[in-house]
Structures are given as C-alpha cells and as structure tokens.
C-alpha cells in the first residue's frame, strides 16, 4: 500500500519537472547566435540597456521609438554597419565594422557626436568579392563624408544618388576598388553625380567585378545623364564596378582602352 504513494509522488515530481527541462535550451539560444553574422544596437554605452538585433542585407529605414536612442553597437561575424543622422538613409553616414562601446566618442560633424543621433541603418557583409584576383584595397573601410568644412578626402570620390552632388553620398579614397557597389552601402545602379578630389580619377563599369562598358571620370560631374557611350545612353544609374586611380600611382594603365569623360 506504501508503493503507490511513492510512485504517484515521483509521477506528479516528473510532471513538475519536465516543462523546466523542456526549457531550459532557450536560455543559450542568444549564446548561440553570436557567430552570425549580424549588428546589435544598445540604448546605453558598454552594450546596456535594450538591446535590438539586425541580420546581414536588413535596411531599417527608421527606428522608430528608438530613434536617436542609440548609444553602441556589437558587431558579429563579418558584419559591418551604414549607420545615418536621418531617417531614409539621408543625412550624415558612416560605417562600423568593429564594436563600438561608446558612441559618444566616435564624431558625427563639429561638437555633435554619433550617439544618440542614427535614425536608420544597413547591414552588409564583408564587402570584399570572393574569387578576385585585383591587387586591391577593398578590405580597407570606405570613408563616409557630409560635411564640406569638415572634408576628410584630399584624394579620391564622393559619389552621389541625385544630379548636383544631392542626396545620400558616400566618400572612397584613391587605391581603393569596389567590385560590387551593390555589398558597399547598396550603390549598385544608384549613382547620378560624382564629384573627384586632388588627381584621382574614377574608371566606373556598367557590371560588377570591372565588367562591361567603362568610362574614365577625373572631373566633377554634377549629372551622369549628360554623360553617354558606345552602348550607354546615359550613365546616369547605371554604374555597378569602380576603381578608383590616382596619376600619382604609375603603371596601373589608367584609362587604357576605356572610353573617358
């Protein structure tokens, strides 16, 4: 008669029991991601506060409640961040590819600092192709400016997504190449105006990897509308490769068989 008790206590005991044990394999669920590739986005320094998580290829036009909220961001794997000023990708830009603990030391433009100032933001990858042999400075971080008195590039572009040098920018020096202008800052077919700094020169391709028709550019061009080629109405949006060339670095053939603005 003793047994039953006991047997029923250890039934109700397993019972009690199982749903913990069920689980339990969540508590590690945020452990485990932290190999993805990915940007995590925190309401305080040193990665406090609330915490809100983008995946590689999310564009968040706005971050609503948590608009100019954000104070540093983790980075993962081989993510790396476009954050903005503004909402829509508009404003101030630049990028991360490492953690950041404290915004409030990284300058946006003047005395204004990062933190508590980004409203929208991409994630990429590593922006760098695989599969290319061009002795080139892709893996090196692109340079984001906005502020003209603040200007940072003495050599090199800033390309522009509307004609007169309008809209979203974004800044590279010279001896850097992009293969595809679509992994760096989404600029794949995006591009209306260039503007170029000191003696470099800008060789655009219309396909990625330094494929397609190209043309040399090693002046200001204020609407690529204007501009045409052999097979190219116009090269307004419509270049997706660059490399970017400076007179003062021999032997790299700038210009050779391409077409020149």
């Known amino acids: 008669m003793k047994t039953i008790p006991a047997l029923a206590l250890g039934l109700l005991f397993g019972l009690a029991l199982s749903p913990q044990l069920s689980a339990a394999p969540q508590f590690g669920a945020r452990d485990?991601?932290?190999?993805?590739?990915?940007?995590?986005?925190?309401?305080?320094?040193?990665?406090?506060?609330?915490?809100?998580?983008?995946?590689?290829?999310?564009?968040?036009?706005?971050?609503?409640?948590?608009?100019?909220?954000?104070?540093?961001?983790?980075?993962?794997?081989?993510?790396?961040?476009?954050?903005?000023?503004?909402?829509?990708?508009?404003?101030?830009?630049?990028?991360?590819?490492?953690?950041?603990?404290?915004?409030?030391?990284?300058?946006?433009?003047?005395?204004?600092?990062?933190?508590?100032?980004?409203?929208?933001?991409?994630?990429?990858?590593?922006?760098?192709?695989?599969?290319?042999?061009?002795?080139?400075?892709?893996?090196?971080?692109?340079?984001?400016?906005?502020?003209?008195?603040?200007?940072?590039?003495?050599?090199?572009?800033?390309?522009?997504?509307?004609?007169?040098?309008?809209?979203?920018?974004?800044?590279?020096?010279?001896?850097?190449?992009?293969?595809?202008?679509?992994r760096a800052g989404n600029w794949s077919d995006r591009i209306s105006s260039i503007r170029v700094f000191g003696r470099a020169a800008a060789v655009v391709y219309r396909d990625i990897e330094y494929r397609g028709e190209s043309i040399t550019i090693d002046r200001d061009v204020p609407d690529l509308r204007q501009v045409t080629g052999r097979n190219v109405r116009s090269w307004d949006r419509q270049i997706s490769s660059i490399a970017i060339e400076s007179e003062r670095s021999p032997g790299r053939g700038r210009g050779r068989g391409r077409g020149r603005f």
Request: net charge negative.
């Open 32 to 182: 485990r991601n932290q190999n993805r590739d990915r940007v995590c986005v925190y309401q305080d320094i040193h990665y406090q506060g609330w915490e809100q998580c983008y995946n590689e290829g999310d564009e968040v036009t706005s971050l609503d409640r948590r608009n100019n909220a954000v104070s540093s961001i983790r980075i993962y794997g081989r993510a790396r961040v476009t954050v903005y000023e503004d909402t829509e990708f508009r404003g101030h830009s630049t990028e991360f590819t490492s953690d950041v603990s404290d915004l409030g030391l990284r300058n946006l433009s003047g005395s204004k600092s990062w933190s508590d100032h980004i409203q929208s933001l991409r994630v990429g990858g590593a922006n760098n192709s695989s599969g290319n042999s061009r002795n080139d400075s892709r893996n090196e971080p692109p340079v984001y400016v906005r502020d003209r008195s603040n200007q940072q590039i003495s050599e090199g572009i800033c390309v522009y997504d509307r004609p007169g040098y309008e809209g979203r920018e974004q800044c590279w020096n010279a001896g850097m190449d992009i293969g595809d202008l679509g």
